[in-house]
């Protein structure tokens, strides 16, 4: 089936430094959309992408859009309240239905 | 305030009862699903519904069946509850669902325990 491979699994950053999340899809993708889980379980929307870049303040997302098997998260000047589970979860083209199959997530931590 | 809301946030119920799950989504969407998430897994998808009507299936046992009496309503129900269903279950939207590729929004989840 196919397969989302996330990466790193955990990650500790210093407040204020810069890193990023990777996706890695096994076969291609039409549409990537990232989220974060926060400690009570609720798992935010931060990006949909078809295609191209997006960004929202010191968040920034992109899609490959020549291959379509990789995604990354950008995160920048790093905030304690940054600190969660993100996921990455893509669509293939086949199947459509929104059947979004997830990474595994890493975990962020924030530390002063 | 939420859009999605899901109830009960938490449940705990015993080895072969039943349970109903409730979402309802006040984002004027016409599709709706349900996703799993167990310990130590990533989120799995199991329906989705487009304008009451049932699009994809991947869940296996016939013990999950999705209810929608409404447009904006889609109750998960789960017979014969095992100890395996224990996970956090996530009713999402979306807008029509059909095509697909389209942002997906999520409520804040149900956590099943069966004892």
């Known amino acids: 089936g196919d397969q989302v491979e996330q990466s790193p699994s955990a990650l500790s950053l210093h407040e204020g430094t810069d890193s990023a999340l990777r996706c890695n899809f096994t076969?291609?993708?039409?549409?990537v959309q990232w989220f974060r889980q926060n400690s009570r379980g609720s798992l935010i929307s931060l990006f949909y992408?078809?295609?191209?870049t997006k960004e929202n303040g010191r968040l920034k997302s992109a899609f490959d859009s020549k291959e379509r098997r990789y995604s990354t998260l950008h995160i920048r000047d790093a905030q304690l309240e940054d600190s969660g589970t993100y996921f990455c979860a893509a669509e293939p083209f086949t199947g459509g239905n929104n059947k979004l199959t997830f990474g595994q997530g890493t975990v962020l931590s924030v530390i002063p | 305030d939420p859009k999605i809301i899901q109830k009960p946030k938490y449940l705990v119920a015993v080895t072969g009862s039943e349970k109903i799950l409730i979402c309802e989504q006040y984002l004027g969407h016409n599709a709706m699903y349900w996703y799993r998430q167990s310990a130590k897994k990533p989120l799995e998808f199991m329906f989705s519904y487009s304008y009451q009507k049932l699009m994809d299936n991947q869940t296996a046992s016939s013990r999950f069946q999705p209810q929608s009496s409404k447009k904006n309503h889609l109750d998960l129900q789960i017979t014969a509850l095992k100890p395996d269903d224990s996970a956090t279950y996530f009713c999402?939207?979306?807008?029509?669902?059909?095509?697909?590729?389209?942002?997906?929004?999520f409520g804040s989840g149900t956590r099943l325990t069966v004892l």
């Open positions: 076969t291609t993708m039409r549409s």
């Open positions: 992408l078809a295609s191209g």
């Open positions: 999402a939207s979306s807008q029509d669902g059909g095509g697909g590729a389209e942002t997906l929004y």
